[in-house]
């Protein structure tokens, strides 16, 4: 992670382009990407969507690249690491949604 | 980062939600957290944006979380790594987007 | 179409809202609105989408009307109608998408 | 707006792709829509966004067309009209953001 920011930040200084990387427009690019992640799955059944399937293997890599790379950018923007957020989020679900009395488990 | 793989599983599993996990339905759960990422800033200028600001901060940090953490269940659910593939992403974008002949820098 | 056009540019003067209703501002406001829509579908299965359900039944109306709304005021700003818009592209599906040699017809 | 129901459902039903339209998928594929729309002036200042701009105007009454179909369906998939939809939330709106007190009238 913390090589991929680094990798990040050159590759936008060395554009130019940070005069576009507002959280703004980050926050709207990543959208755009999360819905040509979605746009994979669309017509699927879900039951389709489980499989394996190598038509859409490079697309979906690259699809779940873009959508780490804008996320990366936002979170770095605000000295924010990701991961991290993600991890104290998941310990906010487990006492959100606690085991014992889950509908399901 | 396998970390947070191996946590997400496990709070999967001890909840029993892996039924309703398909790719499919995690996209589009994580288009919904995108939403609300992409909300924190709708209003804003580019430049309101731009500045720190105390009052989302929490909201921030809770929706960068949820993002990586749906971005991250999708990507193992294909035993892929959301790091690995932006920087295989990236490397491809430094070729699309050459700092030569680049218009802004 | 006429009479909400109306309604929504007189609702926006009276709140003096106009300088938040840049297009771009609004094709975000649109998309956050859209995930609202998604997120009463997502943990669902198709079969149970189809169903009528009262539970989430006024949710839906808000929803709807939340997306017409702003893609109404998007459309308006360009002096667009969205219905014409419509009908005109599913001309364009109708040429893109014939019925002879559809594989599912 | 009856017309275009109609034209939808015709359209749809040629096609032999009610198949693939719960209101799910619906969704789904009206968030890519949405998501085409964004991406238009994802980059833009607002002040851009603001400006008519030949290079995109096929684009934008395209992608403002889609949206309207595919919203149009869902709406018309549980028997709603999207306008109606839209004047009764507009109602709402007038009640929870009044004029007076609003603080940028």
Not at 6 to 18: A, G, M, Q, V, Y
Not at 28 to 53: C, D, G, K, P
Not at 83 to 88: D, G, L, P, S, V
Request: aromatic share 12%; glycine share 2%.
């Amino acid at each position: 992670m913390n090589q991929l920011k680094l990798d990040l930040r050159k590759f936008t200084k060395d554009r130019n382009w940070e005069q576009f990387h507002s959280p703004k427009n980050l926050a709207m690019a990543l959208s755009v990407e999360v819905a040509e992640l979605v746009e994979i799955f669309q017509w699927m059944t879900e039951e389709q969507s489980r499989e394996f399937n190598l038509d859409y293997w490079d697309d979906l890599m690259d699809e779940i690249g873009d959508v780490q790379i804008y996320l990366t950018m936002i979170a770095d923007y605000f000295n924010l690491c990701p991961i991290e957020c993600a991890k104290a989020k998941l310990e906010k679900n487990k006492i959100k949604y606690p085991v014992e009395g889950n509908k399901f488990s």
